[in-house]
């Protein structure tokens, strides 16, 4: 059974860089799953921010294109985020999630992290 | 991008009843539509894929319909357990879009 689980810190100074990371465990990364980043404000809905395959191919959210970057590590087997110039608005819930597709129509989200709550503040 | 409208925003029921929520989509994403559940404090998990397919595990009080625009998610007879936000899901063309949710609480 695939166990995903996100680390990172907890508090981000604004106009830094947020950065998570994503074990994944019971299984390999290298598999036919498109790994992705979640987001949740407090109160609010989900919001995708971004997906890898194992060979490095991403696809992002094009409201946040300009500032989002995933990558993979196999050797580690897990995957990172990076969201750069961060303000208030960017303080969520941060998931990581598995996805299988094939292509890029379809999929869904089958198994997620626990979360990892993330506040953007001086 | 494709936008998923959901309907009601909150629905007020009592155990035992029958749940109604709707999801449309702004063009259409043939059967590729899940439906996760949300409850307080814990990650989506997903109830149902390309649009009628429960997931593993799911009760079968779930259920699911639709394709192209319309979606619906049909839960038969509440269990307490089922009163929580709901979301739709769909991925096209490399892009992947959720609904507002739905609130299912207790009346």
């Known amino acids: 059974q695939v166990q995903l689980q996100e680390s990172g810190p907890g508090l981000v100074k604004p106009s830094g860089t947020l950065s998570l990371t994503c074990a994944v465990s019971g299984g390999s990364i290298s598999s036919s799953n498109w790994w992705s980043w979640v987001r949740q404000p407090p109160g609010k809905g989900l919001e995708w921010i971004g997906e890898i395959y194992h060979s490095g191919s991403t696809n992002y959210n094009p409201s946040l294109k300009s500032r989002v970057t995933i990558s993979v590590d196999k050797s580690k087997n897990q995957f990172s985020l990076k969201l750069s110039s961060v303000t208030a608005a960017d303080t969520a819930v941060y998931y990581c999630a598995s996805l299988k597709a094939v292509a890029g129509t379809g999929g869904a989200f089958d198994i997620w992290g626990q979360g990892t709550m993330v506040t953007v503040s001086s | 991008e494709i936008v998923l409208t959901q309907s009601p925003a909150t629905l007020s029921l009592s155990p035992g009843e029958r749940a109604t929520l709707s999801c449309r989509a702004s063009?259409?994403?043939?059967?590729?539509l899940a439906w996760y559940q949300q409850k307080p404090g814990q990650a989506p998990r997903l109830l149902i894929y390309?649009?009628?397919n429960r997931a593993t595990g799911i009760p079968a009080r779930f259920s699911g319909s639709g394709s192209g625009t319309d979606f619906t998610l049909t839960i038969s007879s509440l269990e307490p357990e089922d009163f929580a936000v709901y979301y739709c899901q769909q991925r096209s063309n490399w892009v992947i879009t959720f609904g507002q949710g739905t609130r299912l609480e207790i009346k």
């Open positions: 063009q259409s994403v043939s059967s590729y």
């Open positions: 390309d649009a009628s």
